[in-house]
């Protein structure tokens, strides 16, 4: 029995499928605002507020493994549903919140681990939505585009630790953009370029330190047509440690966009 616990985004729904397909018995934890996974009969809505009720399910269901997938934002305090261990717990997270939604992510790892409970990868039952070393795509990247890769990469390197940046990007060997609290969706719409051609690189690789189990560098479509419209011309990843969600679409999207998608 493994405990799947899903936060936003469409990651959750590919390890589901996964997951079904493979016959395995799960239960899902559902952290979601919406509760999307509520038609799910294995599913149970929980608060990050609520962790006795979240223990409790698990060992209930004899589930000593989780995994992480999407999204926890930071819990809004008039809002949150906490019990007797959550207001023991809560001060922790609150402190945490403050580095990104992947410290909160960490930190209730922590707190798993002191209740006996261990987390796995979260592309252990997924490891087709990551991209090994190589190039994907029919444009490759030039010697000005390999300038602007290793300049993102000796960039990313001097971030703090503690930095909650995966994601940079470079044209013509000065840095447009680093990602902020707001995600790479909202660094990309920021970006503008009054150049007539696709120029610049958009290098996404794990933040210093990162727990690789949760919160890897993940590209969809989205990406791809942010990317098409801030005229950004290369997208890297680093190898075995990314996800990327429709993969196939992924790459048909930058071939007909001119766009390349380069693993390291």
Sequence with gaps: MIGLIFGENELPKEILRAVKNKKIKYIIIDLTSKNIFKKDKYSYRASIGQFGKIIKILRQNNCKKVLFAGNVKKPNLTKLK?????????????????????????????????????????????????????????????????????????????IDRYNFSQGIVVRNKKIISIEGKGGTKLMLKKIKNKSKKNEGVLVKFPKRGQDLRIDLPTIGKDTLNQCKLAKIKGIVLKANKNIVLDKSKCISLANKNKIFISVL
């Design 82 to 158: 906490v019990d007797f261990k959550g207001f023991y717990y809560l001060p922790r997270i609150i402190k945490k919140s403050k580095l990104g939604d992947a410290a909160i992510l960490k930190e209730i790892i922590k707190i798993l681990e002191k209740e006996k409970v261990k987390t796995l990868s979260s592309l252990f039952f997924t490891p087709k939505l990551s991209l090994k070393k190589g190039i994907f795509t029919n444009i490759k990247p030039n010697n000005t585009d390999s300038l602007d890769i290793k300049k993102s990469i000796k960039v990313l390197n001097s």
